[in-house]
């Protein structure tokens, strides 16, 4: 009886890291296939961790008692997911590098990289930018090295799809000085979700990036929108930090200035508190005081509670609002593309958001709207304008990115 040879599949894996949550997800090299994905969340005070698996041949729900930081979650969800993917592919599967998201690259990080010391600081630095993403990106950096010592560990900007952004774009209208002396600019975030959307437009489009004038929503927990035109970002709606912009789920988005040094002088708020009520206590949750999870508004809103229907008003009023400012940019739109979260599962919010986009040559299709599938148009035969629904890849554009970054034969469509 001959030997059964056991084969190594080269794998990348991408870590994309929240404040109590962790993503995984398994590439393997030769293919490009996502092989296995889990997510954990470990909310709160509890200690205990859920893994979420979901592959090609499985699905499935792990629990774990000790689990109250990144280091616990990155073990845990590392170790199912290569037991597992060893069984789906019958395989050996080695790890040779790591694609970290990174929310913030501030000025001197301005494209994917190795992870070095130098790196590793300057994104502990930027902490104070980005409070609620950076400090959860370090951990799992310094838990992966510490469980994947021998693999490549590649950093991946969100922020770094906008270091195009021309300069009216990027500056606020505040002393020049600030700018140079203090680096405060327009950063933009969620780039590496609209750099995948803009390229799957073209592809799904069947027209060259370069021709068209989009317009992307990405719609999550986080909401931003950008407009791409000719191939690269011209405007986006999040700033100096990931609150800029639109109405979202827990963050307030663009707000009278005057408003903080208000409360701050009148009612004494202190700046740390103004700080977590902009980030975790406005948005769809301040104005409902229910959730910040659209699916439970839209059940409130449908019981009557008019608080509910206020924030769902608001946020579509919103995003309508960045839209036009966004497609006025290039002077028109050739294409609106609808992202995450919300943007993917919502038929009523996209519909709500689209109410009055006619003036833009854009026109749903209702029942397009209702029973879309994956990455379709949604928008009438006859709109002057196209409408996409795309589920984003971020974990897909991380994997690519730190294959670019190590010369790594990936394959990719
Ligand atoms: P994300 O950050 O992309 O995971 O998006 C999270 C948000 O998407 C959640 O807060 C929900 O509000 C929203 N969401 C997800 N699924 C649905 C759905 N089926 N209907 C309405 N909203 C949804």
């Not at 975030?189 to 004038?213: K, V, W």
């Not at 990455?375 to 002057?384: E, G, L, N, R």
Request: net charge negative; charged share 15%.
């Amino acid at each position: 009886m001959g030997v059964r040879q056991v084969t190594t599949l080269d794998c990348i894996l991408v870590v994309n890291s929240g404040s109590s949550s962790l993503k995984l997800s398994l590439f393997a090299i030769s293919t490009a296939q996502c092989l296995l994905s889990g997510a954990v969340d470990w909310p709160g005070h509890s200690g205990g961790g859920i893994l979420r698996l979901e592959g090609q041949s499985l699905s499935g729900r792990l629990s774990k008692t000790d689990i109250s930081d990144h280091g616990a979650a990155l073990e845990f969800a590392l170790s199912a997911l290569l037991e597992q993917s060893q069984v789906d592919s019958g395989s050996t599967v080695a790890v040779r590098a790591i694609g970290h998201r990174v929310v913030h690259g501030g000025t001197l990080l301005q494209e994917s990289l190795l992870i070095d010391e130098r790196v590793q600081t300057e994104i502990g630095r930027l902490s104070s930018l980005a409070p609620l993403h950076n400090p959860a990106a370090l951990a799992a950096i310094v838990a992966a090295k510490t469980q994947l010592p021998e693999a490549s560990h590649v950093a991946v900007f969100d922020t770094s799809y906008f270091s195009r952004l021309p300069p009216p774009s990027f500056l606020y209208p505040l002393p020049y000085e600030w700018y140079t002396e203090w680096g405060i600019r327009r950063y933009g975030f969620h780039g590496i979700s609209h750099s995948y959307c803009a390229q799957r437009t073209a592809a799904l489009l069947s027209r060259p990036l370069q021709d068209l004038r989009l317009v992307i929503c990405h719609l999550g927990h986080g909401c931003s929108g950008t407009a791409v035109h000719g191939g690269e970002p011209v405007a986006t709606t999040m700033g100096f930090t990931p609150t800029d912009g639109m109405m979202m789920g827990t963050r307030s988005g663009s707000l009278d200035p005057g408003i903080l040094p208000f409360v701050q002088q009148q009612h004494s708020v202190p700046a740390n508190s103004l700080q977590d009520t902009l980030n975790l206590r406005s948005g769809l949750l301040g104005i409902s005081g229910i959730s910040s999870d659209l699916r439970q508004l839209e059940s409130a809103a449908h019981q009557g509670d008019e608080r509910a229907k206020l924030a769902i008003e608001m946020f579509a009023d919103r995003v309508r609002a960045s839209i036009g400012s966004l497609a006025v940019a290039m002077g028109g739109v050739d294409a609106l593309v609808l992202t995450a979260g919300i943007g993917e599962n919502s038929s009523t919010m996209r519909a709500a958001i689209c109410e009055r986009l006619n003036c833009l040559g854009l026109h749903l299709d209702s029942d397009r709207n209702a029973s879309r599938s994956a990455d379709c148009d949604i928008a009438t035969a006859q709109s002057p304008s196209r409408i996409l629904v795309i589920k984003t890849r971020e974990d897909l554009m991380i994997a690519r990115e730190t294959a670019r970054v190590l010369k790594f034969p990936f394959l990719f469509e």
